[in-house]
């Protein structure tokens, strides 16, 4: 029985064994390595301000079409000490030249709600009310002041009296229908379209000719979008220093490649009459005008 119990051990031993000499051994096998993922550099508050400005402008082209004359550089971005308050300039940037337009910049000024930084623009509803909060470590007093001023200023522009010499932007003798007015400002509460006027031909719009309402100097040109895009818009802008103020001319929507190259050079003359392109309806619109 003692014989049996031993025979018995030693086979059981075997066996043990000559499994665990068949299994690879575990510490000669190197344990898997996770994959290096670096931790993302964060994005400082003043990028996430430019970023947000320059988000805020691009939506408006598509109801304020003069943001789509030029881009934007966002500069001086100032901050409060608390990081919920902040301003930044507005620089207008040629888009052909990239070189910065020669004009006044505009003042951008954020408010933090809760996560979200809310923007506001000149034009904005509640622009002036933000400007009048600003402490004084955003904005000096003189500068305060001056932009105060500069608002008073432009309030009391909009009550002078009509200006005189325009004429209708087509040939004598054709019939236009006057398709909106001030009405625009049901799409741009700030008022800067209040003097914005579209015009088709009566029945399907047409695409028609265009002749200088006054006589101005080109001040800004774009012809090179595609006949129907609704994303890109040509225009040609005439500046006229006769007036006090100084005054200019808008006309939107051109066709491609319709703006005569004689007055496509910034600075030219165009005389009151002068032929300066074909209506179409490039940009946001919704048919020939």
């Known amino acids: ?72 550089a966002v500069e001086e971005i100032r901050l409060n000490p608390t990081q919920d308050k902040a301003t930044a300039y507005l620089f207008p940037v040629d888009p052909q030249s990239g070189e910065f337009v020669p004009t006044e910049p505009g003042l951008a000024i954020l408010e933090k709600v809760g996560n979200q930084w809310i923007v506001s623009v000149p034009g904005d509803p509640d622009w002036l009310i933000q400007l009048k909060s600003l402490s004084n470590d955003l904005i000096s007093i003189e500068e305060k002041n001056l932009w105060l001023s500069r608002d008073a200023q432009l309030k009391a522009l909009a009550a002078v009296g009509p200006f005189h010499g325009y004429r209708l932007p087509w040939a004598a003798g054709v019939t236009m229908r006057l398709t909106q007015s001030v009405a625009h400002d049901r799409y741009t509460p700030s008022g800067n379209a209040h003097y914005a006027f579209d015009f088709a031909t009566p029945g399907p719009a047409q695409m028609f000719n265009l002749y200088a ?76 005008h």
């Open 1 to 72: 029985m003692k014989n049996r119990t031993t025979i018995l051990l030693l086979s059981l031993f075997v066996i043990l064994f000559t499994v665990l000499a068949s299994k690879p051994e575990a510490s000669h096998s190197a344990p898997p390595q996770p994959t290096y993922q670096p931790t993302p550099t964060p994005q400082s508050v003043e990028d996430q301000i430019r970023r947000l400005i320059i988000d805020s402008l691009s939506s408006m082209k598509r109801t304020q079409p003069v943001f789509e004359m030029y881009d934007t």
């Open 213 to 288: 309402a006054k006589g101005g100097y080109v001040w800004s040109v774009r012809d090179n979008c595609p006949n129907g895009s609704e994303t890109c818009s040509n225009w040609i802008v005439l500046r006229d220093p006769s007036t006090n103020p100084v005054t200019f001319q808008l006309y939107l929507h051109l066709a491609q490649n319709s703006i005569p190259s004689s007055i496509r050079s910034i600075g030219t003359f165009v005389q009151r009459g002068q032929f300066i392109g074909v209506a179409d309806d490039t940009g946001v619109s919704t048919a020939h």
